[in-house]
């Protein structure tokens, strides 16, 4: 009897420890599946606690959301400070107690140094909107005192060559806002030629010195015959040969000018010849349009 209970102690004592071991392991197992239910139920979620998250830099678009208005303002018109508003803005935007409005607001030298000079410390009196820095130059009685400080070429362009744009202001033409380019017949209401576009007027006439006429070497005889219509009717009628020629052909240094007959000619005849005569080679030749002898 003995020697059966030893024959099958062994095996009985290691199914026992099997069933043993597996219902631990059962146990445990469940145990780790609850832990782990656990921890995924007290994850902090935005639902369960909004002011446990970590707040992330607002985005240009993000602040659009709310500024729109600013957003739409610096989309059409902001010209080089169409940036991300964080490259300005580098605070939290909001102002609060405590903080400068430097804090928020950074100076314009951070990035513009003294863009005019140390004559103009104060930005925003010429660009009153820094979201749109040019199209906001619209204070013109600010601007007039100090037009030629930006514009120097232009100033002494317009004092040197005296006209009558030498008399008004630059806001009388530039008026509305800064870079408004009036067309030139809000003055000039009957031009001499037929008014297209102001590039038709300053081919000639230059807007700050108009009284020095300019025009290129393929100007037309009829551009020039709108004020010089005598001139233009000796050539009609004459069949001589300055007939077939463009006014700017001599006339091409600059309006006005009449050149000196020898410098197509020469010297056709001689200088004891020349003498007898007091307007030279008019005193025969007559009008240098028509070329009737006399």
């Not at 500024?67 to 508003?85: L, T, Y």
């Not at 006439?205 to 006429?213: F, K, Q, T, Y």
Request: with cysteine; charged share 20%; hydrophobic share 25%.
């Amino acid at each position: 009897m003995k020697g059966l209970i030893r024959k099958w102690q062994k095996p009985l004592i290691i199914c026992l420890l099997t069933v043993f071991c597996g219902c631990v392991s059962a146990q445990e197992t469940q145990q780790q599946v609850k832990h782990q239910d656990l921890k995924q139920k007290t994850v902090v979620t935005e639902e369960s606690d909004p002011y446990a998250q970590k707040i992330e830099p607002l985005t240009t678009r993000q602040c659009g959301q709310c500024h729109f208005s600013v957003f739409e303002k610096i989309r059409d018109n902001g010209g080089r400070h169409k940036i991300h508003c964080q490259e300005c803005h580098t605070t939290f935007h909001s102002f609060r107690p405590g903080m400068t409005w430097s804090d928020v607001v950074p100076r314009c030298t951070t990035c513009h140094d003294e863009a005019h000079g140390p004559a103009f410390p104060d930005c925003l009196s010429c660009h009153t909107d820094p979201h749109a820095p040019i199209n906001s130059l619209t204070n013109l009685d600010v601007l007039a005192k100090s037009c030629k400080t930006c514009h120097n070429r232009q100033g002494k362009e317009v004092t040197q060559y005296k006209s009558a744009h030498s008399e008004v202001a630059c806001n009388e033409c530039h008026h509305d806002r800064h870079g408004y380019r009036p067309d030139c017949t809000e003055c000039h209401s009957e031009p001499h030629t037929g008014f297209v576009n102001n590039a038709g007027c300053m081919g000639c006439h230059p807007a700050h010195s108009p009284r020095e006429i300019n025009y290129p070497a393929t100007t037309e005889n009829q551009v020039c015959s709108e004020c010089h219509a005598g001139v233009n009717q000796a050539f009609i009628k004459s069949s001589k040969k300055h007939a077939s020629f463009k006014c700017v052909f001599c006339h091409s240094d600059r309006h006005g000018f009449i050149p000196d007959c020898s410098k197509c000619h020469g010297e056709p005849h001689s200088k004891k010849m020349m003498t007898r005569f007091k307007n030279n080679c008019t005193s025969c030749h007559g009008d240098p349009h028509s070329l009737t002898l006399e």
